[in-house]
């Protein structure tokens, strides 16, 4: 079952994944994604880039959090409402998977 | 006017929009076949039109229309998956694509040759090298020093002029109005030509001496936009070395790199918007990944009172100052 939306309290239990229709590339400043099914072509910057990799690499919005705020050198907690933002944004659009805890 | 005949000759073999064409018709502009290089092989045929109807589904999906909405359609294209694709041009004819991309059915209306084939040039084929496995861009291209450069703009924009002002500075044409590329063997994005015409718009004509036009090549035909003339094309795919769009529309230098490339413009720039299948949108999305890797975009102001005639030797300064800089 896939959870809708993601809260802030929920971010450091569900796993996300990224469904086989959606494609994405990096490009210098921008990540284009790109839904299959849809044919629609999606931009994210560069910060919502790298998190989108590294959601796709280890499918953990929590361990995500806490590569992008050394990265970035952000504060975690800026980073875990940022991320939460963007995996709802993401979700509504079709472009990730976010599954609760006992799908894990 | 009589309706075309199949040839009663053998086929003639030409290469265009990296494809090899086997052409059963007389078809102006087409450059021989002579490449070392395979590309892929699509046969042209004449037909009658109750031949093609005869074998498009009553029911077919609507793809794409062309025209003013509310009026009746200039173009349209269907598609129907056993049969494949279906494209009916107002005052031109009907051309039938297979699904695979392998064959082409024309069948044209009355009119002159040169009518019929832009349709065929301008639209038919460069969806059929993108079933074939190029990409294709709304784009003029000249080959300068071995490299390609691309001029990206839409109808009326000036990517035509400037493309003929380079070739009557020595440049070679490789295209006109719609650039095929494909990747070679190392990766890099190589333009292949189109066919050997250029379009000249009567307002672009009248700034050019009968000296220049005569220079640049025969003329074949004309209608109400403008003239065709025949130009010689580099045969063989040129590496890209720059794309620049054109804008008409905004204030600043005439020049301008866009660094980093903007991966909208390069995707805004497709040609073909119709084939939609996901192996398609992926080799699409990965182009121009490849581009903006690997070839420098610039944007070219052309201001409002001045044709591109009168400004390609600054642009063409001012790029390759940039290229070699950089």
Known sequence: MTEPTL???????????????????????????????????????KTAGRMLEHLQQTGSPKATSEAIATEFRHPQDDVLDDLVELCNAL?????????????? | MRPPK???????????????????????????SFADVAAPRVRLELAPRTELAAVWPARSTRLRTWGVPGQRPVMTLDGDEGTGYLFRVKGSGWFHV??????????????????WQRSLIGQVLPFVAVLRGLETYHASAVSVEGGAFAFVGGSGSGKSSLALSLVMRGARLITDDVMAVMTDGSGAPRAHHGFELANVRFDALNRLTPAAI?????????????????????REPVPLAAICFLDRSSAGPLTERIQPADPRLLLGA???????????????LDMCATLARRVPTFRIRIPADRGPQEIVREIVDEVMTDLVAS
């Open chain 1, 7 to 45: 809260s802030r309290d929920a971010i450091e239990h569900v796993r996300v994944s990224i469904p086989e229709h959606v494609v994405f590339r990096e490009f210098d400043t921008d990540t284009v994604l790109l839904n299959l099914r849809t044919g629609q072509y999606h931009g994210l910057n």
């Open chain 1, 91 to 104: 979700a509504e659009r079709g472009l990730i998977e976010i599954h609760a805890p006992s799908e894990a």
């Open chain 2, 6 to 32: 199949r040839s009663d000759g053998p086929p003639f073999f030409g290469r265009s929009f990296g494809l090899d064409l086997e052409v059963d018709f007389a078809c102006d502009g087409l450059p021989a």
């Open chain 2, 98 to 115: 297979t699904s695979d991309g392998r064959f082409v059915r024309c069948a044209p209306v009355r009119t002159s040759r040169g009518r």
């Open chain 2, 214 to 234: 005569a220079e640049l090549g025969p003329q074949v035909d004309e209608d109400d936009e403008g003239i065709r003339i025949r130009v010689d094309v580099a």
């Open chain 2, 270 to 284: 497709t040609y073909n918007v119709s084939i939609r299948e996901p192996d398609r949108l992926i080799r699409q």
